[in-house]
T-cell receptor, first 116, second 117 residues
Framework: EDQVTQSPEALRLQEGESSSLNCSYT??????LFWYRQDPGKGPEFLFT???AGEEKEKERLKATLTKKESFLHITAPKPEDSATYLC?????????????????FGKGTLLTVNP | DTGVSQDPRHKITKRGQNVTFRCDPI?????LYWYRQTLGQGPEFLTY????????KSRLLSDRFSAERPKGSFSTLEIQRTEQGDSAMYLC???????????????FGNGTRLTVT
C-alpha cells in the first residue's frame, strides 16, 4: 500500500526565515509526486509535479526536490502570505490498459505559519 | 476556464437524511475524482470517473454512497442515511487524459463541507 508521511506536522517561521518541509514516501513504482498548497476552507491548489530522482522545480519562493525516498519543499525568505497547509501526494505506476494509474495518495500535510 | 465548481459550499443535515452534492469539472477534463478530507488529514480517495464510466470505488465508499457522472460532464455524489461520521469536506477534482508519462495533476474545487448533526 502506498504511504506518504510529511514532517513536521506544523512549522512556525518568522518572515524571511528559510526552511524545508519533508515528504517521505513508499510506493510501488513512482509515476509522479505532487505538491499542493491548501488555504483554510479551500481545496488544494496544485504547485508542482516531480517525476524522477534528482528533479527540481521552482516557483517564486518555493523549490521542490525529489530523491528515491523523499521530497523536500524548500521555502526561501517566506512571507506571511505563504502561510498555508502544504500537501504532498504520490501517484503510483499502474496498469497500462486504459491509461495510467490515476489515484493520488496524500500525506497529512504540514501547516506552515509565517509571522511578520 | 473557471476551474472546478462545487455546490453547495456548506451543507448541514440531520442524521438519517440524504444529501447530494454536485461537481462541475474543468470543461476539457475527462477524468473526475471525489475525495473526502477530515480535519488535520490529507484528502482520501473515494471514487474516479473517466468520461461517464466509474472505474474505481474506494472501500471507504460504503453502499450508502453513490456517485454518477451522466454524459461525462458534471458529477453528483449522494449520501443516504447520513451518519455523524460522514461529516467532512467532500472535494471534487478533475484532470485531463495525458499520453506518454500518463501524469496529469488533479485540479480541485473548493469542496462541500458537510456537517451531520
Amino acid at each position: 500500500e502506498d504511504q506518504v508521511t510529511q514532517s513536521p506536522e506544523a512549522l512556525r517561521l518568522q518572515e524571511g526565515e528559510s526552511s524545508s518541509l519533508n515528504c517521505s514516501y513508499t510506493v510501488s513504482g513512482l509515476r509522479g509526486l505532487f505538491w499542493y498548497r491548501q488555504d483554510p476552507g479551500k481545496g488544494p491548489e496544485f504547485l508542482f509535479t516531480l517525476y524522477s530522482a534528482g528533479e527540481e522545480k521552482e516557483k517564486e519562493r518555493l523549490k521542490a526536490t525529489l530523491t528515491k525516498k523523499e521530497s523536500f519543499l524548500h521555502i526561501t525568505a517566506p512571507k506571511p502570505e505563504d502561510s498555508a497547509t502544504y500537501l504532498c501526494a504520490v501517484q503510483a505506476e499502474g496498469r497500462r490498459s486504459g491509461g495510467s494509474n490515476y489515484k493520488l495518495t496524500f500525506g497529512k500535510g504540514t501547516l506552515l505559519t509565517v509571522n511578520p | 476556464d473557471t476551474g472546478v465548481s462545487q455546490d453547495p459550499r456548506h451543507k448541514i443535515t440531520k442524521r438519517g437524511q440524504n444529501v447530494t452534492f454536485r461537481c462541475d469539472p474543468i470543461s476539457e477534463h475527462n477524468r473526475l475524482y471525489w475525495y473526502r478530507q477530515t480535519l488535520g488529514q490529507g484528502p482520501e480517495f473515494l471514487t474516479y470517473f473517466q468520461n461517464e464510466a466509474q472505474l474505481e470505488k474506494s472501500r471507504l465508499l460504503s453502499d450508502r454512497f453513490s456517485a454518477e457522472r451522466p454524459k461525462g460532464s458534471f458529477s453528483t455524489l449522494e449520501i443516504q442515511r447520513t451518519e455523524q461520521g460522514d461529516s467532512a469536506m467532500y472535494l471534487c477534482a478533475s484532470s485531463s487524459l495525458v499520453t506518454g508519462t500518463g501524469v496529469s495533476p488533479l485540479h480541485f474545487g473548493n469542496g462541500t463541507r458537510l456537517t451531520v448533526t
